[in-house]
Nanobody, 120 residues
Framework: QVQPVESGGGLVQAGGSLRLSCAPS????SAWFRQAPGKEREFVAA???????YYADSAKGRFTISRDNAKNTVTLQMNSLKPEDTAVYYC??????????????????WGQGTQVTVSS
């Protein structure tokens, strides 16, 4: 599968917003994960063209994942950002099967990541 590429990361104050994009989006399943220094990769959100949307508890009510099939992109709109959201955000596409949507082992193509920094 083609490696996706993320864009849109940056530095923002707490309470602000950022919009991350990823291309290509993958055929049916795309997801966002994040990894902070010294911590393991953490699920953020996923979107399936056949099963719907999935969010980590930390993202519910603040983040929105969406797809644009015409542009073959997936977007993560992040609002009300908190300092604890600071991490490298990765786009993941495709799936190997045998794992749940929030398990990184499900995905077989990963981007290089984009840094999101939220200041106090």
């Amino acid at each position: 599968q083609v490696q996706p590429v993320e864009s849109g990361g940056g530095l923002v104050q707490a309470g602000g917003s950022l919009r991350l994009s990823c291309a290509p989006s993958g055929r049916t399943l795309s997801a966002w994960f994040r990894q902070a220094p010294g911590k393991e990769r953490e699920f953020v959100a996923a979107i399936s063209t056949v099963a719907g949307l999935y969010y980590a508890d930390s993202a519910k009510g603040r983040f929105t994942i969406s797809r644009d099939n015409a542009k073959n992109t997936v977007t993560l709109q992040m609002n009300s950002l908190k300092p604890e959201d600071t991490a490298v955000y990765y786009c993941a596409t495709g799936r190997k099967g045998g794992y749940t949507y929030n398990d990184p082992r499900l995905y077989n193509a990963w981007g290089q990541g984009t840094q999101v920094t939220v200041s106090s």
